[in-house]
């Protein structure tokens, strides 16, 4: 089967511009996450999505990151504007379902996109 | 507070065997994975345990702990390819994931 995709897979910008990312989960995976990985650290958790709504956004920093995922299938990940502090690896996963409903709660992760903010 | 510790780096030799030691601190608990991540890619899969004890996996084996809030990876035969970050993560009382900052695994010739 098919994995995660993501694009792009690169992005540089200035401080100040916005950027999107896109991606697109297993065909019938019904949980889709957005995580920023900083070089060096763990992953971490920015917006959660089960179908086309928000399980868990407590991370994401709203002034300026915004995510949707119309029709509960691929999704977008909006940062506008950037700063320096958000240059990062932005890695999608996606589960079955959401993970309290099965004993197997496992995540598949896309490559990622390397975003570079100078 | 929700914490995970893992050693930055170790380093071994192809061939031998490396254990790479996790604990953590959450909210609740509902299992420990352990992901495989080569540098520039995506994290993968390797093991999940939710209950005490050793599950083996080919050359991988994961243990846990759940009253010591430890786990354990073994890698056994070490091959060059084997050179990767291993990320500790426990899935915590809301079914979020809690990562540690992964272990960074060197294996020499």
């Known amino acids: 089967e098919a994995g995660v995709a993501q694009s792009p897979r690169y992005k540089i910008i200035e401080k100040r511009q916005s950027v999107a990312f896109w991606c697109n989960p297993i065909s019938g995976h019904a949980t889709l996450y957005w995580y920023q990985q900083i070089l060096g650290q763990g992953p971490k958790l920015l917006i959660q999505?089960?179908?086309?709504?928000?399980?868990?956004d407590s991370q994401l920093p709203k002034d300026r990151f915004s995510a949707e995922r119309l029709k509960g299938v691929d999704s977008t990940l909006k940062i506008q504007p950037a700063k320096l502090e958000d240059s990062a690896v932005y890695l999608c996963a996606s589960s079955l379902i959401g993970a309290r409903d099965m004993s197997w709660p496992e995540q598949y992760f896309g490559p990622g996109t390397r975003l570079t903010v100078t | 507070g929700q914490n995970i510790d893992q050693p930055t780096e170790m380093t071994a030799t192809e061939g031998a065997i490396v254990q790479i030691n996790c604990t953590y601190q959450?909210?609740?608990?509902?299992?420990l994975f352990w992901y495989q991540q080569h540098a520039g890619e995506a994290p993968t899969f390797l093991s999940y345990?939710?209950l005490d004890g050793l599950e083996e996996k080919g050359r991988f084996s994961s243990f846990l702990s759940r009253s010591k809030g430890y786990s354990y990876l073994l890698l056994k035969e070490l091959q060059m390819k084997d050179s990767a970050s291993y990320l500790c993560a426990a899935l915590d009382s809301n079914y979020q994931l809690i990562w540690g900052a992964g272990t960074k695994l060197i294996i020499k010739p």
């Open positions: 345990n939710v």
């Open positions: 999505f089960q179908n086309n709504g928000v399980v868990d």
């Open positions: 959450t909210s609740g608990f509902n299992g």
